[in-house]
Each structure stands twice: as structure tokens, then as C-alpha cells.
């Protein structure tokens, strides 16, 4: 290893540059194109030898580096990548790239060239001419479009342009005949063009994130296709033809906008379908309400409360982000529209079973107007659940609360409905709904959130069409497991069923669960299997295994019914005992005549599957929906042990404080959590430092010394802030308060308000005292030292924990996809970025270290990590664990023959010693 000092060009820097034989790392020291700059001058001829650069895109003397990169006519590898800086909140700075000189196409040995992270609006065309280039990356870009002429690189086999704008690809595409792999997602890609099917050596493509509605049937060209990602598209249709691809081991088509899928692909054990409305009637094509252009918008000062409608129409704006459309001649005459803008009261807004309020309550005045047209009202929304599983929908006061026909604009995180009379207006977020019309000559329901559920009814089933609904609710094995503090019980998703008729089902519907995981038709129970049926206000569960004709296949439990209110009644005396015992009707139960009444009222219902050993589960469940509906939180106001200015805030479920304070334990101090307090859906809460305690923020929410919040039920509210200056704490601790309040902040909150806790009208929740010590010097911050290690064995070589922290710095954001490689569990992975959230060099380190660790005694784990860095992509970082290996073995075998203990020595040692 050559070692090159820098000379008195750069006397502002004391580190060393290290050439190691023909690599050049300089992305991984501070200033490393300044210091590149200064090699050149000194070093050229040593430079011109260099065959792999790197170099750090986000420094300014980036620019002037490219000048003198043409001169290294060896190289072939050459890394420009930006995101080795971060902004406050985390995200990955681009570099500075923009383009490139034009003499960058001279490179005649170049095969290997990364652009990531920087700002290439389009591809400079000196790129196109490289003609021995093999790897190509480019994500985490602005290109908008590629030139014709990236036909010209023949010998590509891997191209990345994940991150990028990308509407349409050129056909020339089709061109890149030696191209394997190929990265696309997360792009604009409206459609692909037939070209594409050209891309006959390719095994793995990526067009997942885009906006693609269709396929060309052109992809069953593509012979070598192994995997084909296309999730999270518009996809409306597939072509058939894809099941002729020999070699297909994966086709991704979940969150899709799916409703039929060939019969061809569909019986493909590899093909991924979750999140489609397969099965879901057809819906009129999403897409925003355009404003009338004619008509402008009005923007309503922040304090203004009411404003005039004219027949000409108008379009407001709310300060708080509303907007109304009121159509030319909604109204005849000069009206005057009040608004108000309030919390949600959990006396008046009353959610059903598993919705969650995601807006406060709008109300437009005068109540019961009537408008000649409909007038069209936008609400903004906080993000809901994410995922197939639940849908946003605006619901209206008439009476009780009603679901409106509700349009989503996801990209404006709006939702709109239209309206001939005001009220009351929230969004809410509820389970997906599916429903049909059912005819007399039958059909079939699936469910979108799990197109395992289906409910078959037969022809004849009815004598008029009537509308059959449908939701489900999943809960995993680990939630159900926690909420009944045992693992005893496994259960499939809930089955929420109901009709528009009190009319039984003139033949039986079927009805297929799939089993709870874990659990198939080969290694089935029978004994331990209950079917559970619910009324629609959950007064109990009622076990209906013996009531039921239950059959089982290998993935699913399959069982009939004449309607989904379920009451089995075998004679007339058995049904009083049931309503008496379980839903106490026995007050108005007193005739045959009122039985049949409230036979009929019910018309919707609830299944469940669980598999367990208890011997009744109906307590159970009840008691698991009850704790799934019902929100208990606690408040944390935690300080951070190596900033202490720096305080958490965060609303936890009270079944996750104790683990989550046990994870934090280790980075923050603080007081206990606040007592259990019950929150209602929605409802809103509010943070705020008091006692003298400054709050030093620019931000909007930062008013009088406060800082001010919102909870929802999703519960994944957390906050830090910093709430202090030096000089708070230069000769003394600093302590105060944090309060929690519901609703409004309190003008004036009395001192004996920090003694009380919450009560049913009270306005605080809780009260949690802080101190915050004096700062620290920073040198009592002991930086974190890994052990020793010597990884490896004589015929593979060893690397040290240097030769790891070297490795570490070329690592980026993509060290889980490089640690799932290695062999560590996700779970492993996941705990690594969650305890070390705050830095990313730490989550690297920890990732390489604990791998280490598990395999320092392993024979051939050397060549296990650069086998684990090809498969990530990062081919550079495996060849520089090569040449260390090489050079360590050099080394060691040069060491061998000096202390005389070759193996030509040895044999010869041997030999005297036998005579």
C-alpha cells in the first residue's frame, strides 16, 4: 500500500490519504475533493494509475474535480454519489451533480459508474458513448426522460433508476440486449413501451411505485424473466400472456386496481395479488372534481367567520385549508354562509366499530339550507391507516351520522363530497367496505382486504335483488396473543356481514374463512376449532360451531347459512332461554309475535374463527374486540441523556409503555409515565411547557412559550423538541412542567391544576414534571469502541475491526438490504435501526459488528460477505475486501518466509527431524 502525504498544498488538513495500489476512497474523509485537488498537483502520475474513485458529491470542490477526472484514462470504476449529508429531519442530501463534461464519454475502460443521489435533470449524452459501461446507476435523481440514445450501451447488464421522474421510457430501450437487471420503481411511468419485450436477457425488472394502468403483451417476450415486481401501480388489467414466461419465479401485482386477473396467472403459486378489489363491483374511475376555471378562488382571512354566496357561484378557501365550490345558480338569492371549525365532542360524534376520526368537525351554517345544485366541500385529512385495509369517507349529522359518497384525492390528502344542504361535516377512516347487489340469478363476494374471504350465494338464493355488504378486520397473531396474555389462540380475520333485507335467504349462502395462520387442513383439530358469531352491537359472542355444517381444506373453513343475523332455533321454547342469557331481551320478549319482530331487526353479523384450547371463547373474544376498540394511553415526557435540551414527547397505548420506556431507557431520563387515561377516537390533545422553561423554536406551533400538538387514535404521535437556551442553564438546572390538555389550551392554568389529575370535564390529562442539569462538557461523551476481532482463516485471509470500519463508511442507506444478504434476522435488523434511529453510522457499525461476532469462528465468512455485497449491488465494495484480502495474505505469507516458517522450511524441518 502506497502511502501518500499530503505536502504543504493543503497545511489546513493533517489527515493521510491512502492510494491502496489502484483505488482512490476519498468520499469516506472530510474535504476529499479538496484533497483530490491537491493529489493532482503533487501526485498526477501516481493518480493516472488509479482504476477505482470515489468521491464525496455533496462538497463544493466537486465541480472543479471533474476537470482533471478525464486524465485517469485507466478507470473503471468511478462512484459521484451524494446523501453523505443529512438535513435535520434525516433525509439524504443530493449531491451537487448536475452535468458532466463532455470528454467524460473518452473513458474507454469504464464499466462501473454511480451517479445516486444527485441532481441530474436529464442524462448527459457524453454517458451514452461509454461502450464497455456494465453497471449504471442513477437513482435518487430529477431525470425526467432518457435519450434515444441509451441504446448505444450495449454491454449494460445492471441499470438502476429508482427515485427518478420518469414518464415514459424511449423505445430504444429495447436495445440493451445484455441487460439482467434493471431497477424502474418509484417513477412516473404512465406506460411502457412494446420495445420493452426486447429485453431478452433480462431476469429481474422493477416498475413498482409508478403509475402504469396497462401492460404491453410484449413482456411474454422477455424469455430469461425471473422476477417481475409491478405492486403498487393503477394496474386495471394483466395480459394473459404472462404465463408463458418459462422462467417466471415472481410476479408482484399487490395494490393494484385488479378486479379480474387471467385464469392463466392466477392459478400461479407465485403470483402476489394482496390489495386488489378482485371480485369488488365496478366503480366509476377515481379522479379529482375540477374547479370551475371561470370562477376564482376566494381566500377568507384567518379571522373572518362568514361569507356571501351570489347566483354567480364562488370557490372559498378556509384558512384552514377547506375549500367550497359553490356552482353558478346553487343559489337565487344573496346568501350569507357561516362556518366553524370545532373539536370533535365524544357525547356528539359517535364513530362505529374501528373508525378513527381523521379532521375536527366542520359545521356550515344555516342548517337544512337547500341548494338548486350541488355544492362540493374539500376537507384535508391527517394520514389514515395505510394499505388496502381501510378507506376515508366523509360522513354528515342528519339525524345520526351518515356515510357520504366520498372522492379522494390522495396526492392533496382531500376528500370531497357533494351536497344540497349543510350540517355537520368529518372524515373519518373505516375498515374497506365491498359490497354487491345480489340477483336472482346469484354471484359471488370477495373481500379486498383478503381475497381468501368470499361469500358464494347460490341462484335462487333471493326473489329480488338486494345489497349485501362486506368488512373485514385482521388481527395478527402477535396483537391477539398480547390481548389475551396467552398463546393458546390463534383466529382468522373478522367477518363483518350485513343486507339490506330482514328476508331470510330462500337457499344457504356459503361462506369461506381462511384457517388462522399457522394453521392448515393436514396438521387441523377439529376439536379445538369455534366458529363465533357476533350481533352488531357486540353484546356477546356466541360459539355456533354445532349449529353449523363446518368443512375444511387445506387453507380454508368453509360453512353455510339462511342469513347473517344468526339465532338457531330448533324449536320455539329454545330460543327464550337464548335471548334471556344472552342479549337480556326478557323485559320485551313476552309473545311469538315480538320473537319474530326481533328476529328481523337484525340483518347484519359477525364470524370469527379461532382455533385454542379453551373450552369457551366467547368471553374471550368479546374481551379481546372490547380491548382492539377501546384506547388507554399514558403520556411520556422524556429527556435525552446526550442532548439534554432535546425532550421527547410521545402518546403510548398503556399495553406498549412498559416495553417502549424499557427501549428508551438507554437514551433518555425522565419522570414515570402519566396514569392510564381512556381516549376517545379522535378526540384532541395538547402539550405544553410551563414554570419559566423557554421554548426556543421557529416553529409555526410555538406560541407564548407552548408548543401545542394533535393525537389521534392511530397513537404514533411522537414529538422532540428543544426547550431550553444555554444561558437557561449556565449557573443553575433549569426544572418545570409539561401538561397535557384535552381540547382548547387553557388561557390560565391555576397552580393547584398540576396536584389534580383528569376527571370527566376537566381540561388537563396529565402533569409530568421535567429537570433539565446543566450542560455537559462534551468530552465526558465516551465514543463507542468495538473489540478487537480477526476475521477469517489462513486460506480465505482475516479482516480486523479496522478493515470493518473501513467498510462501514462505503456503506449507505442500503445496509439492511446488505445485512438480510448476510444472514440476520429482520427482527435483528429492525432492532438495530430502531436503538440507533438518530444515527446512521451507528446502525451500520452495530450491523457488521453483530454480524462479526456470530460468525468470527465460521470458516469462509470472508467470502460470505463478498458474496453478500455482489448480491446487494456493490460490486465496488466486494472488489475492496478482494484486494484487502490479497494484500493481507501477501503480507502474511512475506512474514512467513522471514521468520523461516515457509512450508519449503517446514518439510525440510521436518525431514532433519525424522533422521
Not at 344540497?420 to 374497506?432: A, D, N, Y
Not at 382492539?628 to 422524556?638: D, G, I, K, P, Y
Not at 400538538?709 to 422532540?720: A, D, P, Q
Not at 515457509?902 to 533422521?915: L, R, Y
Given at each position: 500500500m502506497a502511502k501518500l502525504l499530503l505536502g504543504e498544498a493543503d497545511k489546513d488538513s493533517t489527515a493521510e490519504v491512502y492510494l491502496a495500489h489502484n483505488r482512490l476512497n476519498l468520499d469516506v474523509f472530510p474535504n476529499g475533493t479538496r484533497k483530490f485537488l491537491v493529489l493532482c498537483n503533487t501526485h498526477r502520475k501516481e493518480l493516472q494509475q488509479v482504476e477505482f474513485l470515489r468521491l464525496n458529491c455533496n462538497e463544493e470542490e466537486i465541480g472543479p474535480s471533474l476537470a482533471f477526472i478525464p486524465e485517469l484514462r485507466r478507470l473503471k470504476s468511478l462512484v459521484l454519489k451524494g446523501g453523505h449529508l443529512r438535513d435535520e429531519y434525516g433525509v439524504c442530501q443530493h449531491g451537487l451533480l448536475s452535468t458532466l463534461p463532455v470528454n467524460f464519454g473518452h473513458f474507454q475502460h469504464l464499466n462501473h459508474l454511480d451517479l445516486s443521489f444527485n441532481r441530474f435533470i436529464s442524462l448527459p449524452e457524453c454517458l451514452t458513448e461509454l461502450k464497455e459501461l456494465t453497471v449504471l446507476l442513477l437513482s435518487h435523481n430529477q431525470l425526467a426522460a432518457l435519450p434515444n440514445s441509451i441504446g448505444k450501451l450495449v454491454k449494460l447488464s445492471f441499470l438502476s433508476l429508482m427515485k427518478n421522474q420518469l414518464r415514459m421510457l424511449p423505445g430504444s430501450i429495447g436495445e440493451l440486449v445484455a441487460l439482467k437487471r434493471a431497477d424502474l420503481s418509484e417513477n412516473k411511468l404512465e406506460q411502457l413501451p412494446d420495445e420493452v419485450g426486447k429485453l431478452s436477457s433480462c431476469t429481474w425488472i422493477d416498475f413498482s411505485g409508478n403509475r402504469l394502468?396497462?401492460?404491453?403483451?410484449?413482456?411474454?417476450?422477455?424469455?430469461?424473466?425471473?422476477?417481475?415486481?409491478?405492486?403498487?401501480?393503477?394496474?386495471?388489467?394483466?395480459?394473459?400472456?404472462?404465463?408463458?414466461?418459462?422462467?417466471?419465479?415472481?410476479?408482484?401485482?399487490?395494490?393494484?386496481?385488479?378486479?379480474?386477473?387471467?385464469?392463466?396467472?392466477?392459478?400461479?403459486?407465485?403470483?402476489?395479488?394482496?390489495?386488489?378489489?378482485?371480485?369488488?363491483?365496478?366503480?366509476?374511475?377515481?379522479?379529482?372534481?375540477?374547479?370551475?376555471?371561470?370562477?376564482?378562488?376566494?381566500?377568507?382571512?384567518?379571522?373572518?367567520?362568514?361569507?356571501?354566496?351570489?347566483?354567480?357561484?364562488?370557490?372559498?378557501?378556509?384558512?384552514?385549508?377547506?375549500?367550497?365550490?359553490?356552482?353558478?345558480?346553487?343559489?337565487?338569492?344573496?346568501?350569507?354562509?357561516?362556518?366553524?371549525?370545532?373539536?370533535?365532542?365524544?357525547?356528539?360524534?359517535?364513530?362505529?366499530?374501528?373508525?378513527?376520526?381523521?379532521?375536527?368537525?366542520?359545521?356550515?351554517?344555516?342548517?337544512?339550507?337547500?341548494?338548486?345544485?350541488?355544492?362540493?366541500?374539500?376537507?384535508?385529512?391527517?394520514?389514515?391507516?395505510?394499505?388496502?385495509?381501510?378507506?376515508?369517507?366523509?360522513?354528515?349529522?342528519?339525524?345520526?351520522?351518515?356515510?357520504?359518497?366520498?372522492?379522494?384525492?390522495?396526492?392533496?390528502?382531500?376528500?370531497?363530497?357533494?351536497?344540497?344542504?349543510?350540517?355537520?361535516?368529518?372524515?373519518?377512516?373505516?375498515?374497506?367496505?365491498?359490497?354487491?347487489?345480489?340477483?336472482?340469478?346469484?354471484?359471488?363476494?370477495?373481500?379486498?382486504?383478503?381475497?381468501?374471504i368470499k361469500v358464494i350465494f347460490p341462484p335462487g338464493a333471493v326473489n329480488e335483488t338486494r345489497t349485501v355488504k362486506m368488512q373485514v378486520f385482521p388481527v395478527t397473531v402477535e396483537e391477539l396473543h398480547e390481548l389475551t396474555d396467552g398463546q393458546h389462540s390463534l383466529a382468522s380475520p373478522l367477518l363483518c356481514l350485513s343486507q339490506n333485507s330482514t328476508d331470510d335467504f330462500l337457499k344457504p349462502v356459503t361462506i369461506q374463512l381462511p384457517l388462522p395462520s399457522g394453521i392448515s387442513g393436514f396438521t387441523l383439530d377439529r376439536s379445538k376449532v369455534h366458529l363465533l358469531h357476533g350481533d352488531p352491537e357486540v353484546q356477546d359472542w356466541v360459539d355456533i360451531t354445532n349449529q353449523v355444517v363446518?368443512?375444511?381444506?387445506?387453507?380454508?373453513?368453509?360453512?353455510?347459512?339462511?342469513?347473517?343475523?344468526?339465532?338457531?332455533?330448533?324449536?320455539?321454547?329454545?330460543?327464550?332461554?337464548?335471548?334471556?342469557?344472552?342479549?337480556?331481551?326478557?323485559?320485551?320478549?313476552?309473545?311469538?309475535?315480538?320473537?319474530?319482530?326481533?328476529?328481523?331487526?337484525?340483518?347484519?353479523?359477525?364470524?370469527?374463527?379461532?382455533?385454542?384450547?379453551?373450552?369457551?371463547?366467547?368471553?374471550?373474544?368479546?374481551?379481546?374486540?372490547?380491548?382492539?376498540?377501546?384506547?388507554?394511553?399514558?403520556?411520556?415526557?422524556?429527556?435525552?441523556?446526550?442532548?439534554?435540551?432535546?425532550?421527547?414527547?410521545?402518546?403510548?397505548?398503556?399495553?406498549?409503555?412498559?416495553?417502549?420506556?424499557?427501549?428508551?431507557?438507554?437514551?433518555?431520563?425522565?419522570?414515570?409515565?402519566?396514569?392510564?387515561?381512556?381516549?376517545?377516537?379522535?378526540?384532541?390533545?395538547?402539550?405544553?411547557?410551563?414554570?419559566?422553561?423557554?421554548?426556543?423554536?421557529?416553529?409555526?406551533?410555538?406560541?407564548?412559550?407552548?408548543?401545542?400538538?394533535?393525537?389521534?387514535?392511530?397513537?404514533?404521535?411522537?414529538?422532540?423538541?428543544?426547550?431550553?437556551?444555554?444561558?437557561?442553564?449556565?449557573?443553575?438546572?433549569?426544572?418545570?412542567?409539561?401538561?397535557?390538555?384535552?381540547?382548547?389550551?387553557?388561557?390560565?392554568?391555576?397552580?393547584?391544576?398540576?396536584?389534580?389529575?383528569?376527571?370527566?370535564?376537566?381540561?388537563?390529562?396529565?402533569?409530568?414534571?421535567?429537570?433539565?442539569?446543566?450542560?455537559?462538557?462534551?468530552?465526558?461523551?465516551?465514543?463507542?469502541?468495538?473489540?478487537?476481532?480477526?476475521?477469517?482463516?489462513?486460506?480465505?485471509?482475516?479482516?480486523?475491526?479496522?478493515?470493518?470500519?473501513?467498510?462501514?463508511?462505503?456503506?449507505?442507506?442500503?445496509?439492511?438490504?446488505i445485512g438480510i444478504n448476510l444472514g440476520l434476522p429482520y427482527k435483528e435488523l429492525e432492532r438495530i435501526a430502531y436503538n440507533n434511529r438518530d444515527n446512521l453510522d451507528k446502525q451500520i457499525l452495530e450491523m457488521l459488528f453483530t454480524w462479526a461476532r456470530c460468525n468470527a469462528n465460521v470458516s469462509g465468512c470472508i467470502r460470505h460477505l463478498v458474496q453478500a455485497m455482489k448480491e446487494s449491488d456493490r460490486e465496488d465494495i466486494a472488489e475492496e475486501i478482494d484486494s484487502i484480502i490479497e494484500l493481507g495474505k501477501k503480507k502474511y505469507r512475506e512474514s512467513i518466509h522471514r521468520v523461516g516458517l515457509s512450508q519449503e522450511g517446514s518439510n525440510k524441518d521436518s525431514t532433519i527431524a525424522t533422521v
Amino acid at each position: 500500500m502506497a502511502k501518500l502525504l499530503l505536502g504543504e498544498a493543503d497545511k489546513d488538513s493533517t489527515a493521510e490519504v491512502y492510494l491502496a495500489h489502484n483505488r482512490l476512497n476519498l468520499d469516506v474523509f472530510p474535504n476529499g475533493t479538496r484533497k483530490f485537488l491537491v493529489l493532482c498537483n503533487t501526485h498526477r502520475k501516481e493518480l493516472q494509475q488509479v482504476e477505482f474513485l470515489r468521491l464525496n458529491c455533496n462538497e463544493e470542490e466537486i465541480g472543479p474535480s471533474l476537470a482533471f477526472i478525464p486524465e485517469l484514462r485507466r478507470l473503471k470504476s468511478l462512484v459521484l454519489k451524494g446523501g453523505h449529508l443529512r438535513d435535520e429531519y434525516g433525509v439524504c442530501q443530493h449531491g451537487l451533480l448536475s452535468t458532466l463534461p463532455v470528454n467524460f464519454g473518452h473513458f474507454q475502460h469504464l464499466n462501473h459508474l454511480d451517479l445516486s443521489f444527485n441532481r441530474f435533470i436529464s442524462l448527459p449524452e457524453c454517458l451514452t458513448e461509454l461502450k464497455e459501461l456494465t453497471v449504471l446507476l442513477l437513482s435518487h435523481n430529477q431525470l425526467a426522460a432518457l435519450p434515444n440514445s441509451i441504446g448505444k450501451l450495449v454491454k449494460l447488464s445492471f441499470l438502476s433508476l429508482m427515485k427518478n421522474q420518469l414518464r415514459m421510457l424511449p423505445g430504444s430501450i429495447g436495445e440493451l440486449v445484455a441487460l439482467k437487471r434493471a431497477d424502474l420503481s418509484e417513477n412516473k411511468l404512465e406506460q411502457l413501451p412494446d420495445e420493452v419485450g426486447k429485453l431478452s436477457s433480462c431476469t429481474w425488472i422493477d416498475f413498482s411505485g409508478n403509475r402504469l394502468k396497462t401492460l404491453p403483451s410484449t413482456l411474454a417476450n422477455m424469455a430469461s424473466l425471473g422476477e417481475l415486481h409491478l405492486h403498487s401501480n393503477q394496474l386495471v388489467t394483466v395480459p394473459a400472456e404472462l404465463a408463458n414466461l418459462p422462467n417466471l419465479s415472481r410476479l408482484d401485482l399487490q395494490n393494484n386496481c385488479l378486479r379480474s386477473v387471467p385464469p392463466e396467472i392466477l392459478n400461479f403459486p407465485f403470483v402476489h395479488l394482496k390489495g386488489n378489489p378482485i371480485g369488488e363491483a365496478e366503480d366509476p374511475e377515481e379522479q379529482d372534481q375540477d374547479k370551475p376555471k371561470e370562477i376564482a378562488i376566494r381566500y377568507l382571512p384567518s379571522n373572518a367567520e362568514s361569507f356571501t354566496v351570489t347566483a354567480e357561484g364562488c370557490n372559498v378557501a378556509l384558512p384552514c385549508g377547506i375549500e367550497i365550490n359553490f356552482p353558478p345558480d346553487a343559489v337565487s338569492l344573496v346568501t350569507v354562509i357561516s362556518c366553524n371549525v370545532i373539536a370533535p365532542d365524544p357525547q356528539q360524534v359517535k364513530l362505529e366499530h374501528h373508525d378513527f376520526l381523521l379532521s375536527p368537525v366542520l359545521e356550515l351554517l344555516p342548517h337544512g339550507i337547500q341548494f338548486k345544485k350541488e355544492v362540493v366541500i374539500w376537507m384535508p385529512y391527517i394520514s389514515s391507516r395505510s394499505g388496502h385495509k381501510r378507506e376515508v369517507v366523509m360522513r354528515t349529522f342528519n339525524g345520526s351520522w351518515n356515510n357520504l359518497e366520498t372522492k379522494v384525492s390522495k396526492s392533496r390528502r382531500m376528500a370531497s363530497c357533494s351536497v344540497l344542504h349543510f350540517s355537520w361535516f368529518i372524515v373519518i377512516s373505516r375498515l374497506k367496505e365491498n359490497k354487491c347487489a345480489v340477483p336472482t340469478e346469484g354471484t359471488r363476494l370477495f373481500s379486498s382486504v383478503d381475497p381468501n374471504i368470499k361469500v358464494i350465494f347460490p341462484p335462487g338464493a333471493v326473489n329480488e335483488t338486494r345489497t349485501v355488504k362486506m368488512q373485514v378486520f385482521p388481527v395478527t397473531v402477535e396483537e391477539l396473543h398480547e390481548l389475551t396474555d396467552g398463546q393458546h389462540s390463534l383466529a382468522s380475520p373478522l367477518l363483518c356481514l350485513s343486507q339490506n333485507s330482514t328476508d331470510d335467504f330462500l337457499k344457504p349462502v356459503t361462506i369461506q374463512l381462511p384457517l388462522p395462520s399457522g394453521i392448515s387442513g393436514f396438521t387441523l383439530d377439529r376439536s379445538k376449532v369455534h366458529l363465533l358469531h357476533g350481533d352488531p352491537e357486540v353484546q356477546d359472542w356466541v360459539d355456533i360451531t354445532n349449529q353449523v355444517v363446518l368443512e375444511f381444506t387445506h387453507l380454508y373453513a368453509i360453512f353455510e347459512v339462511h342469513h347473517f343475523s344468526w339465532v338457531s332455533i330448533h324449536s320455539m321454547s329454545d330460543i327464550a332461554p337464548y335471548l334471556k342469557t344472552t342479549l337480556d331481551w326478557s323485559s320485551i320478549v313476552e309473545n311469538v309475535e315480538d320473537i319474530l319482530n326481533l328476529w328481523h331487526l337484525c340483518t347484519s353479523g359477525r364470524y370469527w374463527l379461532w382455533y385454542t384450547t379453551k373450552t369457551y371463547v366467547g368471553g374471550i373474544a368479546k374481551n379481546v374486540y372490547e380491548r382492539l376498540r377501546r384506547w388507554q394511553v399514558s403520556f411520556l415526557a422524556l429527556q435525552r441523556k446526550r442532548d439534554p435540551e432535546q425532550v421527547l414527547l410521545q402518546c403510548l397505548p398503556k399495553h406498549k409503555v412498559e416495553s417502549v420506556c424499557k427501549n428508551l431507557e438507554k437514551r433518555y431520563w425522565g419522570p414515570e409515565p402519566s396514569e392510564i387515561v381512556e381516549m376517545f377516537e379522535g378526540e384532541q390533545f395538547f402539550a405544553g411547557f410551563e414554570k419559566g422553561i423557554e421554548i426556543v423554536s421557529d416553529r409555526p406551533d410555538c406560541v407564548g412559550g407552548r408548543i401545542s400538538f394533535t393525537f389521534y387514535s392511530h397513537l404514533k404521535n411522537i414529538k422532540e423538541v428543544y426547550i431550553s437556551t444555554l444561558a437557561d442553564r449556565k449557573t443553575q438546572d433549569v426544572k418545570g412542567q409539561v401538561s397535557f390538555y384535552r381540547g382548547s389550551l387553557p388561557e390560565n392554568v391555576p397552580e393547584e391544576a398540576a396536584k389534580k389529575r383528569k376527571g370527566p370535564d376537566s381540561m388537563w390529562l396529565a402533569t409530568l414534571p421535567i429537570k433539565l442539569p446543566r450542560q455537559r462538557s462534551k468530552h465526558q461523551n465516551e465514543l463507542r469502541t468495538y473489540p478487537p476481532l480477526n476475521l477469517g482463516d489462513e486460506e480465505t485471509g482475516y479482516l480486523t475491526e479496522a478493515n470493518l470500519l473501513s467498510i462501514a463508511r462505503r456503506i449507505g442507506p442500503e445496509w439492511q438490504n446488505i445485512g438480510i444478504n448476510l444472514g440476520l434476522p429482520y427482527k435483528e435488523l429492525e432492532r438495530i435501526a430502531y436503538n440507533n434511529r438518530d444515527n446512521l453510522d451507528k446502525q451500520i457499525l452495530e450491523m457488521l459488528f453483530t454480524w462479526a461476532r456470530c460468525n468470527a469462528n465460521v470458516s469462509g465468512c470472508i467470502r460470505h460477505l463478498v458474496q453478500a455485497m455482489k448480491e446487494s449491488d456493490r460490486e465496488d465494495i466486494a472488489e475492496e475486501i478482494d484486494s484487502i484480502i490479497e494484500l493481507g495474505k501477501k503480507k502474511y505469507r512475506e512474514s512467513i518466509h522471514r521468520v523461516g516458517l515457509s512450508q519449503e522450511g517446514s518439510n525440510k524441518d521436518s525431514t532433519i527431524a525424522t533422521v
